[in-house]
């Protein structure tokens, strides 16, 4: 096989690698969202309560934002991989970072019975990107809600260490395996290990939370911390006031 042949091939690859990812992505917000429809749709038939028609639309709402923020991480991989996005920073509250982000998944937590702790200091302020770190927050806290079993615990917060400020969202599900911790990051990785464990089928999310921490020259990892098996861990330079009290929700 000749080179070029063996470049053609690699590019096969990855566009059906890509494509597996997007179907993947998209496939359950999507099913989700026609759940809801139809359920607000019999409501309607049947005279049902204006309030219950009313949570199922939000249901709706808050899913076609989910599909919406996926297109739109897919579309930026490409840009951030060849550094034609970059962190526009401004002046942002992770609590309310952390708050926009959990409000997006409440309904999901409480069918599934999840219990939810935030410890957020009240007064740590970044200059970050509010829509680059908002969907890495929402990527990871999907991913602890999703790999976390029912009447689990997901746990999220934020301090300041020395120079960096940590970001972590953990669940009481199991550890990631120190084989997977470096791979999970890939941008292939839940396609080429789909067939070794269900659990590793992450799409493209935690490559753009990757992608979207470096661009704020931090880092990101994943260990285990007490009793919470995965702790995703985004450290970025402290560029803001220190906190001052600890919010807990």
């Known amino acids: 096989m000749s080179d070029k042949e063996a470049a053609v091939g690699e590019l096969l690859r990855k566009k059906r690698a890509l494509a597996a990812l997007v179907v993947h992505d998209l496939r359950s917000p999507l ?15 049947n ?32 840009e951030l991989e060849d550094g034609m996005l970059r962190a526009q920073r401004s002046s942002v509250r992770v609590h309310d970072l952390v708050s926009e982000a959990y409000r997006g998944h409440h ?8 219990q939810f702790d935030q410890r957020i200091p009240a007064g740590l302020t970044l200059a970050i990107d509010r829509d ?14 999703r790999y976390v079993p029912r009447q689990g615990r997901v746990e999220l917060g934020a301090r300041v260490v020395g120079d960096s400020v940590e970001i972590t969202v953990g669940n009481s599900g199991p550890p990631v395996s120190a ?17 070794a ?37 985004v450290r970025l330079p402290v560029e803001s006031a220190k906190p001052t009290t600890e919010l807990t929700l």
């Open 31 to 45: 099913a989700a969202l026609s759940g809801y429809l139809e359920l607000a749709q019999m409501d309607v038939e």
């Open 47 to 78: 005279s049902a309560p204006l309030e219950s028609i009313a949570a199922k639309l939000q249901e709706c709402r808050t899913l076609v934002a989910k599909t919406l923020g996926l297109v739109a991480t897919i579309l930026d991989v490409d």
């Open 107 to 114: 309904g999901h937590f409480a069918t599934r019975g999840l």
């Open 132 to 145: 680059l770190l908002g969907r890495v927050v929402e990527n990871l806290l999907d991913n602890a809600m």
């Open 179 to 195: 084989i997977e911790r470096d791979a999970i990051f890939g941008r292939y990785f839940q396609v080429e290990a789909r067939r």
């Open 197 to 233: 464990a269900a659990r590793a089928n992450r799409g493209l999310g935690l490559y753009f939370c990757k992608l979207a921490v470096e661009a704020h020259d931090g880092t990101i990892n994943v260990e285990t911390r007490g009793d919470l098996g995965a702790v995703f861990v």
